[in-house]
């Protein structure tokens, strides 16, 4: 490998469930979150498609390394990351499009 990559959570409107993923492709990525590209995948079911946590990395396994160590966090440390970054949950996609 030897790409960038970057880290994120998704959230839905009421911010009632978090999933969080890794990705070599943020933009294409959440092309496919937000049209739900994949229909039975678990972000479509529960409408994950707000962008409200990422991070970036130089090498994409430094990525897949962070999405492991964040999916066995709990919630609670997954919202003090987002608070952290984030405070009022805003979808950070459009900002995405602007870079």
């Known amino acids: 490998m030897g ?7 998704l ?9 969080v993923g890794a990705t070599a492709d943020i933009l294409n990525r959440m092309y ?6 994949y ?3 678990f972000s ?5 498609n707000k962008l409200v946590y990422l991070e970036t ?12 160590l964040l999916k066995a966090g709990n919630r609670k ?4 990351l ?3 970054m984030n405070p009022g949950w805003i979808d950070l996609y459009p900002q995405l499009l602007l870079e």
């Not at 959230?11 to 999933?19: D, P, S, V």
């Not at 496919?32 to 590209?37: E, I, V």
């Not at 990395?57 to 492991?68: G, V």
């Not at 440390?77 to 003090?80: E, G, H, N, P, Q």
């Open 82 to 84: 987002i608070e952290k």
């Open 57 to 68: 990395f130089t090498r994409i396994e430094e990525a897949f390394e962070r999405e492991r």
């Open 32 to 37: 496919q979150h937000k049209t739900k590209f």
């Open 3 to 9: 790409y960038g990559g970057w880290t994120y959570i």
């Open 44 to 48: 479509a079911r529960y409408n994950l």
């Open 39 to 41: 229909p039975n995948s």
């Open 11 to 19: 959230t839905n409107k009421n911010h009632t469930t978090l999933y």
């Open 77 to 80: 440390r997954k919202i003090a």
